[in-house]
């Protein structure tokens, strides 16, 4: 099988989004519990500073609010990050083949070649298959920039299952 797409800016933002969902709630949990020490600071200076000193204690709520304020939404920071990661990653036209001895993966001239045994899994979220190899890095292969046709991603991971590629998309929250 071959195949031919590209990547941009919201397949990669996508990607971000699925890799925060695969760390389930503990990923916000972490978030929130890293904002308790600056508002815990930020509370501790606004008590230490007397009423006297009623110009010291702005400046710290003002500073406490402006750090905790774009944080505070985790929905919203979440997707601010994904957002920043994806704008630093260059859109890519991409060729897959997939055949007995593995997938090959072709970008700008530059092939790469994953041997079965070391392909983790793949993943279907939100028309896109995140495919997982080896080292940490991925393929991300998005419904929308194959021919047109939906029912093509479901080919290609049928052709997975053929390869005995792991279906791990039950392990993502809200998949």
């Not at 709520?61 to 994904?82: E, F, Q």
């Not at 997982?132 to 991971?157: Q, Y």
């Amino acid at each position: 099988m071959h195949i031919r797409y590209e990547n941009t800016f919201e397949d990669y933002r996508n990607h971000y989004e699925f890799l925060l969902r695969c760390r389930g709630g503990d990923s916000r949990w972490r978030h929130y519990q890293a904002l308790l020490i600056p508002a815990f600071l930020g509370g501790l200076g606004i008590y230490a500073a007397s009423p006297e000193r009623i110009g010291l204690m702005i400046v710290i709520l003002v500073m406490t609010l402006s750090y905790l304020g774009p944080r505070l939404p985790y929905g919203k920071y979440m997707r601010a990050c994904s957002a920043a990661h994806a704008a630093s990653q260059s859109a890519r036209v991409i060729e897959l083949l997939i055949d007995g001895d593995g997938i090959t993966e072709v970008i700008e001239g530059m092939r790469s070649t994953v041997p079965w045994d070391h392909v983790k899994g793949y993943h279907l979220y939100r028309d896109t298959i995140f495919l997982e190899l080896g080292m940490g890095l991925w393929a991300i292969i998005p419904a929308s920039k194959l021919s047109g046709d939906t029912t093509e991603i479901h080919e290609v991971a049928k052709c997975f299952d053929t390869h005995h590629v792991v279906d791990r998309t039950s392990k993502v929250i809200g998949a």
